[in-house]
Nanobody, 124 residues
């Protein structure tokens, strides 16, 4: 049974940084693209970042490009989202997600399983 557990969320001032982690209990984790999504209050869930199964391809939403970095550790079945220069409009619940086998993680619709999320609040 697949399981994703996110951690690292919290309250931070604008301009600050947070690092989210996702511990994945997935058979053959290293062959799956992985990603991060977020959902702000009253809004739909949106794609934030994706990483290919091998880690050599990363994709970002325009709103976070240059500020967020996705990475993975296939030896430890972990995915990270380093978030720098946070803004109040980054406030949301952040979800780790599983993508396609041998995928590049670049397309939101390719993801089909999400964790329970971790809350990020950015104060102005």
């Amino acid at each position: 049974q697949q399981q994703l557990v996110e951690s690292g969320g919290g309250l931070v001032q604008a301009g600050g940084s947070l690092r989210l982690s996702c511990a994945a209990s997935i058979r053959s984790f290293s062959i799956y693209a992985m990603g991060w999504f977020r959902q702000a209050p009253g809004k739909e869930r949106e794609f934030v970042a994706g990483i290919s199964w091998s880690g050599d391809v990363t994709t970002y939403a325009a709103s976070v490009k240059g500020r967020f970095t996705i990475s993975r550790d296939n030896a430890k079945d972990l995915v990270y989202l380093q978030m720098n220069n946070l803004r109040p409009d980054d406030t949301a619940d952040y979800y780790c997600a599983v993508g396609r086998v041998l995928g590049d993680g670049s397309s939101g619709p390719d993801f089909n399983y999400w964790g329970q999320g971790t809350q990020v609040t950015v104060s102005s």
